[in-house]
């Protein structure tokens, strides 16, 4: 086990325990253990192949990060470890990322330990899906008809408003999304960032290439034979 090589914000290395304490939500009682409490990713003991991920995700430009995980292969971890960097680094603000997921434990997961960088709520893909429906006055808003919600917005793409607040975007599960999903956050959230990520083995899909993350991860392997 390592530790990663992503950057460590200046206020870490400085030990400037001022500016964590004005910066973010660390309890008095806590104080003590500041650099512990936000500044845990850079001294964790990553895997070999975590680590590599993160130090990608850190460092090589990108505007689709996929990764392809693996039962307990710590997904969730790296997830909230890429969320304090963004934010401790000043990458942006925990307000412009939208996090997508599907899993409760995920989702509860994500928000107890960014509680400390601020509030942020997780959503579901099909929350966002709703949310550009009731904005084009969809008709058969109230019925839970989700897959029919997703094809009225695929014929309805250029009518999506664009959300130029957010920077980045997390999706988890990508294995149980379509392969148009991603045309939907494409136009919704111009020039974000979007870390997509999920299990190809655990997808719901009928038809494995019907999955966003098949595509895209045969599409990366595709252009690196050319």
Not at 24 to 32: D, L, S, T, V, Y
Not at 105 to 130: C, H, M, Q, W
């Amino acid at each position: 086990k390592t530790v990663t090589n992503m950057n460590t914000p200046d206020f870490i290395k400085k030990d400037d325990k001022m500016f964590a304490m004005s910066h973010f939500r660390i309890p008095k009682k806590q104080h003590k253990l500041w650099k512990e409490k936000i500044g845990w990713l850079y001294d964790f003991p990553w895997r070999a192949e975590q680590k590599k991920i993160l130090d990608e995700f850190d460092t090589r430009e990108w505007n689709e990060f996929i990764i392809q995980a693996v039962f307990g292969g710590g997904k969730t971890t790296m997830i909230i470890a890429m969320l304090f960097h963004l934010v401790l680094s000043n990458k942006c603000k925990l307000e412009e990322i939208m996090i997508s997921a599907f899993n409760v434990a995920i989702k509860n997961e994500i928000k107890k330990r960014l509680k400390v960088l601020g509030k942020i709520v997780p959503r579901t893909f099909d929350s966002i899906v709703y949310e550009i429906c009731k904005e084009l006055e969809y008709k058969d808003l109230k019925h839970p008809n989700f897959l029919e919600k997703r094809r009225f917005l695929y014929q309805n793409i250029f009518k999506i408003e664009k959300d130029f607040k957010i920077k980045y975007v997390f999706l988890d599960e990508a294995q149980d999304l379509e392969t148009n999903t991603l045309k939907i956050l494409r136009k919704r959230f111009e020039g974000a960032k979007i870390v997509i990520v999920g299990d190809i083995f655990q997808s719901i899909q009928k038809e494995p290439r019907e999955s966003l993350l098949w595509s895209l991860l045969h599409q990366g392997a595709s252009e690196d034979g050319k």
